[in-house]
Every structure is written in structure tokens, then in C-alpha cells.
DNA sequence: TATAAAATTGTAATAATTACAATTATGGGA
DNA sequence: TCCCATAATTGTAATTATTACAATTTTATA
């Protein structure tokens, strides 16, 4: 039991039809082994060493397209950039507005269960929980 | 009882200790007379007509000062742009990924008495509840 | 191997936002 | 009322995230 990280990426690409090339791996690689809710600037500067090749608009694209087919979500809680979770499963997001830093909050979410039905007749694709304000460490800092 | 707009903007920035100025109140005038969730630039475009020699600047920097002060929110619901509401309630909002209105929703919402409260050590000043996905307009459509 | 389609790359363009210095408005004494 | 300090506004230039796009490389298939 348990993949070998790039197993466990190469698994995730092919259950969300998506082609598992090189440089889609190691993205969704990062986002495994990264929980911080990395940038796009994150990612192509944390892969740029291993993948001296990588573009800049590659990140872009793959991130837009795990986004699009499930297999990341892309998180809109930073006013200035977009983040990126590999956590695809139902949990709430906290911004610290001193660090910056976005963590990962188990609340109770009661309408979870509300994507692909309706509300007020739209058609819910996403939900996203944000949270902001000052984190512990920086309280306690 | 009701005021007229202008002096309703105005008794809102005072509330906040917000110094009125002719700008200023315009600008919350028209957060909320439009409660479209305008973009800096719908409000900046909006107000151009009255106010000739309005500069974006002053936009911007107004409406982060409303949010600053809880006289206004600002989503982050849009990733493209961000996005002003001046009722400051606790709601809910909707985007629709293909016409790009956002709507304001009723839903349950558990845990909105969390403000000024502490969750897991974090210190919370701000809770938004997003969801997106077709409207109902464009379902129709 | 030849060929077409898909993916990646690099650069240039776009657009939202911010920085900043100059100008204008405001308010409280003298 | 006039001066002056301070706050607010303006206009322009700079920054930065993101997108467009054409060229190149990779992949799959016949
Ligand atoms: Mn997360
Ligand atoms: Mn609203
Ligand atoms: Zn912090
Ligand atoms: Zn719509």
C-alpha cells in the first residue's frame, strides 16, 4: 500500500483523465508534497532547478488545467495571486493578512454537500470557505 | 426615517470614522445605490460622468480604505479582479463562471458569530462564503 | 520512419494594482 | 481673514500577475 510519490501523481493524472507528461507530474508532484497552497510562482521556483526547462506559462497551464478537471483546486482567498491546493477533499481556508501564510481549517461546513445541485436555481460547481485575519504564530510572535 | 443616499453614505463613513469628503461619499453612494459588487473600474467609470476629475487613484485607495475600516467589503471571489459590496451583513456570494455576475445568496451559514473569535489559535476577522458555477440567467439563457 | 496532434517553450502583450511626487482641499489658530 | 500644517486627491510612471501566441519539441500512431 501507499505510492511512491510520483506513483501517487502519475494515479491522480489518470483518474482525472488527464496525460501524465513530464512536467504534469512533477507539478502535481509539488502539490502532493507541498501543502503550503503554493503559488504559480512557488511552484515554477520550486521545480525550476530540477526542471532547468520548465516555462513559466507551462506552470500556468497545468495549474489551470488541474483546476479545471478536479484534480486541484485553485484558490482565490489572496487578493494578489492564486494559490493552489492538492487537497481536493472538502476544508475551509485561513488567510493570515500579517504572513500571508494559508491554512487549512477543519469547520464545520454545512452545505458541502451542495455541488452539482442548485441554489436559488444556479448551478453550484464550487464552494470555497475563506477565513482571514492574523494567524497564531504571528499573534504570538 | 430613511435617509436620503447621500446622507446615508455619509452617516456610514462617519459610523466609521471615515471623514466625508465629496469623493469619498460618492464613492459609498454609489456602493449603495449598485449593488452589483462593482469592480474598482465599474465604480471608477460610474462616477466619471459626475465627477470629470475623479482619478482611479483615489478609487482604489477609497475603497481599500472602506474595507480597511468595515465600511465596505471586498471579494476575492473573482480571480481576475477584485470586487466591492457595500453591504457589509453577513451573505453569501455566487459567480458565475460564464457571464461573470456575482449574486448575493441566503444560505445557512454556521459559523458566521465567529468574528473576533479565535479558530484553532488564529484570530478571525473576516469570513466569506463563496460559491461559483452557471447562473441561473445563463442556465436559462 | 513519416506524419499529425498534443504539449511545451519563450517572448511579447495585456491589464490590474501600486508607488510616488505634485497639487489641491481642509481646519485650527494668530 | 490669512497662514500654515495636515490630509486628501490627482496624474503619471512603474510593477506584477496573467494571457496570447507563434515556434519548437514531444508523443502517439500508421
Ligand atoms: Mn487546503
Ligand atoms: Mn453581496
Ligand atoms: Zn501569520
Ligand atoms: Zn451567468
Redesign the pocket.
Known amino acids: 500500500m501507499g505510492f511512491k510519490h510520483s506513483d501517487e501523481a502519475v494515479e491522480r493524472l489518470k483518474s482525472k483523465s488527464?496525460?501524465p507528461?513530464?512536467?504534469?507530474v512533477a507539478i502535481m508532484d509539488y502539490l502532493i508534497l507541498n501543502r503550503t497552497h503554493p503559488?504559480?510562482?512557488d511552484v515554477y521556483k520550486g521545480l525550476s532547478a530540477s526542471?532547468?526547462?520548465?516555462?513559466?506559462?507551462?506552470?500556468?497551464?497545468?495549474l489551470?488545467?488541474f483546476s479545471d478537471k478536479g484534480a486541484a483546486l485553485m484558490l482565490t482567498i489572496d487578493?494578489?495571486?492564486?494559490n493552489f491546493d492538492g487537497d481536493t477533499s472538502p476544508h475551509t481556508h485561513f488567510l493570515c493578512k500579517n504572513c500571508g501564510k494559508i491554512y487549512d481549517l477543519q469547520v464545520p461546513s454545512p452545505v458541502k454537500e451542495v455541488i452539482g445541485m442548485s441554489l436559488a436555481g444556479h448551478q453550484i460547481s464550487e464552494i470555497h470557505y475563506y477565513y482571514k485575519g492574523v494567524c497564531k504564530a504571528c499573534l504570538e510572535g
Open positions: 488527464i496525460k507528461s513530464m512536467q504534469r503559488s504559480v510562482d526542471i532547468p526547462t520548465l516555462s513559466r506559462t507551462t506552470v500556468y497551464n497545468t489551470k488545467l487578493e494578489s495571486r492564486v
